[in-house]
């Protein structure tokens, strides 16, 4: 706590003593009262404003049980006025075309949105939700991931054998799936004989960061629920194998979806056939907070999970080809 005094002198009658408390604590600046004259040299405290510790003031603190702080207490826009995030309400951005939703995410670039349709198609999607194409014949592709903004790749993930490749943007071209260096397969990331007969394997993909040597990223396995991390070189074209991540949120194995939030270094993790959503850090399976899909946010067969600008952009695949539907949810997600 530190004190700053001002005295200043006023003619001959009047003395103003000003005394401003500056709280530092937690790296906040609060201005706790400040005195005022009442009368000839009478000085009384007059508070200023609360103390920056409540919901509202635009600064998080999870000391308080706060999640998000968006600087006022709005209840829909996805951090409530308890200062917790919370599904606003959905607003379907494209229910035809899309496909089915397996992944998606923006890519400044291309000033779009990219969904994988595990039809094999490549999606682009203004942020309207219009469709400006679909491409590709790529077999079962379930995730995507976004590595550089600016550059004119996504990666994509395909669950069936498990591996990655990346997927040109201007052209609309995949990088030869046959070619190394291009293509990565997962040959360590678990698959196994899904319910209806298919093979369950990569379902989930994002994009961690570079760690000095590579490009790390998570993939998902729908058939343990758990996440396999992993390096690509992109100037050798070389993948290297890091191992899982230890443990898993839940006791599901349907893991859906992963994204990671590099602003607030969150990891998200969807389960589908129960509905749930968790937030832990990277590369670690300790539950930060959790959510629950409710039907008024999404149905079942939820796939996709990313966020932007304090919305969460979501897609389902439901089973029928072209029947998926992508959209967007007020959501602020954890903040600190």
Same mark, same amino acid.
């Given at each position: 706590?530190?004190?700053?005094?001002?005295?200043?002198?006023?003619?001959?009658?009047?003395?103003?003593?000003?005394?401003?408390?500056?709280?530092?604590?937690?790296?906040?600046?609060?201005?706790?009262?400040?005195?005022?004259?009442?009368?000839?040299?009478?000085?009384?405290?007059?508070?200023?404003?609360?103390?920056?510790?409540?919901?509202?003031?635009?600064?998080?603190?999870?000391?308080?049980?706060?999640?998000?702080?968006?600087? &006022?207490?709005?209840?829909?826009?996805?951090?409530?006025?308890?200062? @917790?995030?919370?599904?606003?309400?959905?607003?379907?951005?494209?229910?035809?075309?899309?496909?089915?939703?397996?992944?998606?995410?923006?890519?400044?670039?291309?000033?779009?949105?990219?969904?994988?349709?595990?039809?094999?198609?490549?999606? @682009?999607?203004?942020?309207?939700?219009?469709?400006?194409?679909?491409?590709?014949?790529?077999?079962?592709?379930?995730?995507?991931?976004?590595?550089?903004?600016?550059?004119?790749?996504?990666?994509?993930?395909?669950?069936?054998?498990?591996?990655?490749?990346?997927?040109?943007?201007?052209?609309?071209?995949?990088?030869?799936?046959?070619?190394?260096?291009?293509?990565?397969?997962?040959?360590?990331?678990?698959?196994?004989?899904?319910?209806?007969?298919?093979?369950?394997?990569?379902?989930?993909?994002?994009?961690?960061?570079?760690?000095?040597?590579?490009?790390?990223?998570?993939?998902?396995?729908?058939? &343990?629920?758990?996440?396999?991390?992993?390096?690509?070189?992109?100037?050798?074209?070389?993948?290297?194998?890091?191992?899982?991540?230890?443990?898993?949120?839940?006791?599901? &194995?349907?893991?859906?979806?992963?994204?990671?939030?590099?602003?607030?270094?969150?990891?998200?993790?969807?389960?589908?056939?129960?509905?749930?959503?968790?937030?832990?850090?990277?590369?670690?399976?300790?539950?930060?907070?959790?959510?629950?899909?409710?039907?008024?946010?999404?149905?079942? @067969?939820?796939?996709?999970?990313?966020?932007?600008?304090?919305?969460?952009?979501?897609?389902?695949?439901?089973?029928?080809?072209?029947?998926?539907?992508?959209?967007?949810?007020?959501?602020?997600?954890?903040?600190?």
């Amino acid at each position: 706590m530190k004190r700053l005094t001002v005295l200043v002198l006023v003619g001959i009658v009047l003395i103003v003593s000003s005394s401003i408390i500056l709280d530092r604590s937690q790296d906040q600046l609060a201005i706790l009262y400040q005195s005022r004259p009442i009368g000839q040299g009478a000085v009384s405290p007059e508070p200023l404003q609360r103390p920056l510790s409540a919901c509202g003031n635009g600064i998080v603190q999870p000391a308080s049980g706060e999640q998000c702080d968006d600087g &006022n207490t709005n209840n829909t826009d996805g951090c409530s006025n308890t200062c @917790q995030a919370t599904f606003g309400a959905k607003t379907v951005l494209t229910s035809s075309n899309a496909g089915e939703v397996s992944g998606a995410e923006w890519h400044d670039r291309s000033n779009s949105f990219w969904i994988v349709d595990d039809g094999g198609k490549m999606v @682009q999607i203004a942020s309207n939700g219009s469709i400006l194409g679909r491409w590709g014949n790529l077999g079962d592709i379930e995730g995507l991931a976004v590595a550089d903004p600016a550059s004119d790749f996504v990666y994509v993930g395909r669950e069936n054998p498990p591996s990655i490749f990346k997927w040109n943007t201007q052209t609309h071209l995949p990088n030869d799936l046959n070619t190394p260096g291009t293509f990565w397969p997962l040959t360590d990331l678990q698959t196994c004989t899904g319910g209806n007969g298919g093979t369950d394997g990569l379902e989930a993909l994002t994009f961690v960061e570079n760690d000095g040597t590579g490009d790390i990223f998570y993939a998902g396995s729908q058939c &343990n629920g758990r996440v396999y991390k992993y390096r690509i070189n992109q100037g050798t074209g070389t993948i290297q194998n890091l191992g899982m991540i230890a443990g898993k949120p839940s006791n599901s &194995n349907d893991l859906a979806s992963l994204y990671f939030d590099p602003q607030y270094q969150v990891l998200y993790w969807v389960y589908d056939d129960i509905n749930k959503l968790y937030a832990t850090r990277k590369n670690s399976s300790s539950i930060l907070a959790s959510w629950n899909f409710d039907t008024g946010i999404t149905p079942d @067969q939820q796939e996709s999970f990313s966020i932007r600008n304090g919305k969460a952009y979501l897609g389902t695949d439901n089973g029928t080809a072209g029947a998926g539907i992508f959209y967007e949810v007020p959501f602020a997600g954890l903040r600190y």
